[in-house]
């Protein structure tokens, strides 16, 4: 269902049973992980004109992997991380645990 890099990947799908008989799948809920007990690749401090996908690329290697600096750092709204200049983002490693 999803790409092997999604956040969703690692999440299990599930299914629902309509009286009519029609079959709704779906993933169960993500739960964000606890950012401070993740272990630690290193540190990027945001510089004017950052974007996530952008950082991410630079440390990680993959721009769709922005959503492990959000883990890593327990925001869910990837813009946050970027709005303010010199702001120390944790970085993760990428493998799953």
Avoid at 4 to 26: C, F, H, P, W
Avoid at 34 to 55: F, K, N, P, Q
Wanted: charged share 30%; aromatic share 8%; proline share 4%.
């Amino acid at each position: 269902m999803f790409d092997s890099n999604s956040r969703y990947d690692q999440v299990e799908d599930v299914a629902l049973t309509m009286d009519n008989g029609q079959v709704i799948k779906y993933k169960k809920r993500r739960f964000l992980p606890d950012g401070e007990a993740m272990s630690l690749l290193h540190e990027v401090t945001v510089t004017a004109g950052d974007r996530l996908d952008h950082v991410a690329n630079r440390v990680l290697g993959e721009p769709e992997q922005f959503w492990r600096i959000c883990d890593a750092n327990n925001v869910m709204y990837p813009f946050d991380l970027v709005s303010k200049i010199n702001t120390v983002l944790r970085i993760a490693p990428t493998g799953r645990k």
